[in-house]
């Protein structure tokens, strides 16, 4: 079977396609059906922190799977109690409760229905660039027009203000507003760390005014930023965090951590056949366990700030900025940045875009400073062979 020309065939065509074929993956390197190696630094989208093919978590699956998949959380479960137990535990923001689901759009989606829920208002406020999904509660909080327009109108009450602008955000903050959500960390948005200011002021106001702060925590969670999540860095407390991506060691989880404001949740009024399956908790218990053994999250923050270092040391006069937290990698270009992919992908590198004209690197924690090196050598190369050949 030619894989490239049946997707082709079958695909529905909302994916952005790339002409390759990856069928195996272990640590940062995957393999495509060719056979050649790849370091991978797209992670999938941020969902491979353990790394491809986790023993841990491979083992974690396969024996949850011989023993029981599915059961609706109608029921109690060992595996889900452990995983709840867990989360709490390292929750960024004191969470007392948590909300099982099976992607990132899902606990964005749950986190607004419940906030409108505790407060009984309707006003989301979200922020210019930012990114929280594609279902319509989640897309309503998106920002980026290309993914909103074909699909007016979406959900009322939505409103976007410029991010890292405090002054904006407190004159849209009022008495109707239900919650603000926020990325600590801009992915898709360009790589854009929030400042200290800006999301504690949030903080402040959300309390100040009786709305609900929602952290979106998908993309840098996890360790991903240098901390179990993000919000760590600036002791940032939200009434919820949405958690997805890497979650589970790669298989499609989300979760939202629920703070001591949100008000009771009686039973009915939100819920998810899939959500809180055992396996899918099984494979979560045994990723939280290895990010916490290996310490991954000081990998990241030591190797993050090596790689970045390593980046602005590049000179290319196409480069306008490096920037991230911990191994979120981005690099603002004064181009577009898909050819500069696609030569990376020629030399066996793979990365993704962050709108654009950013290039962003989202290797699994466990990728070895080599291969970061290898990685930086050929950005560099890339930028600065295609500036010869403009
Ligand atoms: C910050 C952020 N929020 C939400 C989402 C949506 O997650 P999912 O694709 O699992 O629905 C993403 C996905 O990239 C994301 O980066």
Known sequence: MNIVETESKYTSGVSSKRPLAIVRGKGAHVWDD????????????????????????AEAIAEQARTLISLTEIFYNDKRAAIEEKLVAISPNHANRVYLCNSGAEAIESAIKLARYSTGRTGILAFMRGFHGRTMGALSATWEPKYREPFVPLVPGFSHVPYDNLDKAREAITDQTAGV???????????????????????????????????????????????????EHYGLEADFACVAKSIAGGLPMGAVLIGERVKKLEPMIHGSTFGGNPLA???????????ERENLAGRAAELGEYMIGRLQRIESPMIREVRGLGLMIGVELKQKVTPSLMALMERGVLALPAGLNVLRLLPPLVIKKSDLDAVADQIEYVLNDTHESN
């Not at 790849?38 to 978590?57: K, L």
């Not at 200011?197 to 925590?217: K, P, S, T, Y």
């Not at 908790?281 to 990010?291: E, K, L, Q, S």
């Open 281 to 291: 908790c099984a494979a979560a218990v045994a990723a939280i366990g290895f990010i």
């Open 34 to 57: 060719r056979g050649r190696e790849y370091i991978d630094c797209v992670g999938g989208q941020g969902t491979a922190n353990v790394g491809h093919a986790n023993p841990f978590v």
């Open 181 to 231: 959500i926020v990325e600590v960390v801009q992915g898709e948005g360009g790589v854009r760390p929030g400042s200290r200011e800006f999301l504690l002021g949030l903080q402040q106001i959300c309390r100040e005014r009786g709305a609900m702060l929602i952290v979106d925590e998908v993309q840098t969670g996890f360790a991903r930023t240098g901390e179990m999540f993000a919000s």
